[in-house]
């Protein structure tokens, strides 16, 4: 068999071979759930390739690696994994700036989704909410000017924070 089909359509003398095979092999931990404990580490090991990387190559990731941060979320088990989570998530959006656009409410990672889905509305959550609005300023940072289709949604939730 040679070397692009075992390796998914990259060939092992592409510049990106070592890279696909790490990012493809962390993504695998992270999309099994019994493997939930290591998704800290996990999670915490493609941020450091991202944060030594270019934007450049980054972007042919995001498509995966967006939804495994966001499905790693729900998955925790915890209040603190998922806090650590999203700051995670909170860190991978200050790389990626204005690519996060085409996660917010996408079917497959939809941040936004998840920024209800664990507002503090519920008290279970509390604990993430400081984590939530890390999420929420990175966010509108990297969006500048186009975050404020979201202030609609987002406004009367932090008034009610501040009301508390």
Known sequence: MDDIAMT???????????????????LK????PTFSPYHKTVLGAI??????LGIKELLPFLPQIVPAFTSAIKAG?????RKDHIRKLASLVSII?????????????DIFGLIKEYWMDNPLYEPLFESIILLI???????GPEFKVYLPEL??????????
């Open 155 to 164: 406004i009367p939730k932090l008034l009610d924070v501040l009301q508390r």
């Open 8 to 26: 998914g359509g990259i060939s092992t003398s592409s510049e990106y071979y070592y890279l696909t095979m790490a990012i493809r092999s962390l």
């Open 97 to 109: 700036k204005g690519h996060v656009k085409d996660f917010l409410d996408d079917k497959h990672a």
């Open 137 to 143: 300023e990175e966010i509108a940072v990297a969006l």
């Open 29 to 32: 931990i992270v999309r099994e």
């Open 47 to 52: 941020m450091r390739i991202f944060s030594n």
């Open 77 to 81: 088990k915890e209040n603190n994994a």
